[in-house]
């Protein structure tokens, strides 16, 4: 079975800071990662996946195999970031598919 | 910590059958529960919010006749997909939001899969 993990239940940076939130995963095979973001009393929506390796408001992730680590980073964080941020991992294969979420971690950006 | 559980984990029916998926908060009490669908290779779909003690509240497009929710309590919702189609087997998802914290965060279940034949 495959494991998620984001070490950090609570993150809190000023506004200006570089941003890191930690995912790492536990899994045989290859999967595909995705970051997914709530804002207060908002409904949970897709940040960015790792095929598409692009940046969505500011923010990057890049898969690490080594480390199995999808840490999602952003170099300037803005009061609008403060967020839930849920990693999560998909495995799939043979027409099956099961999305894994984290326990989330709570980004707060002080002004 | 908060968890969330779901049954069952998969299920296989045949086309016309109705199944019905539980969603259950195991160390707290969630007056609202939300049930998500995920389709394949997409992002999280919202299909209806449920809140203990009054009907749900469903998102444009979600058919509340064939998905029908219950929150009968505040450690359990329930999911039942009415007359079941191929074109809903899904992967569907609940979470529940606990009442009293402090992140105002939500606790994901583990999910099921539905297969309909």
């Known amino acids: 079975a495959q494991r998620v993990t984001q070490p950090e239940k609570l993150l809190s940076v000023f506004k200006g800071a570089p941003v890191e939130l930690k995912c790492n995963y536990s899994?045989?095979?290859?999967?595909?990662l995705f970051w997914y973001v709530q804002y207060s009393r908002q409904r949970l929506q897709l940040l960015l996946r790792?095929?598409s390796r692009e940046s969505i408001k500011g923010f990057t992730a890049d898969l690490n195999k080594g480390e199995t680590s999808f840490h999602l980073k952003k170099p300037f964080a803005q009061e609008e970031d403060s967020a839930m941020y849920y990693c999560?991992?998909?495995?799939?294969?043979?027409?099956?598919?099961?999305?894994?979420f984290g326990k989330g971690t709570k980004l707060s950006v002080i002004p | 910590g908060a968890v969330v559980s779901q049954h069952p984990s998969r299920v296989i029916c045949k086309s016309g059958t109705s199944v019905k998926i539980e969603c259950r908060s195991l160390?707290?009490?969630?007056?609202?529960m939300f049930w998500y669908r995920q389709f394949p290779k997409k992002s999280l779909m919202l299909m209806a919010t449920?809140?203990?003690?009054?009907?749900?509240?469903?998102e444009q497009g979600v058919e509340k006749d064939k998905f029908l929710i219950n929150h009968a309590s505040l450690t359990l919702s329930t999911l039942t997909v009415t007359s079941a189609h191929p074109e809903d087997s899904s992967f569907y998802i609940c979470?529940?939001?606990?009442?009293?914290?402090?992140?105002?965060?939500?606790?994901f279940g583990p999910g099921t899969r539905l297969t309909v034949l």
């Open positions: 979470s529940a939001l606990a009442g009293e914290v402090t992140l105002d965060e939500q606790f």
């Open positions: 899994y045989s095979g290859s999967p595909e």
């Open positions: 790792h095929i």
């Open positions: 999560a991992p998909l495995e799939s294969g043979a027409g099956s598919y099961q999305l894994t």
């Open positions: 160390d707290f009490q969630a007056t609202t």
């Open positions: 449920s809140n203990e003690g009054s009907k749900a509240t469903y």
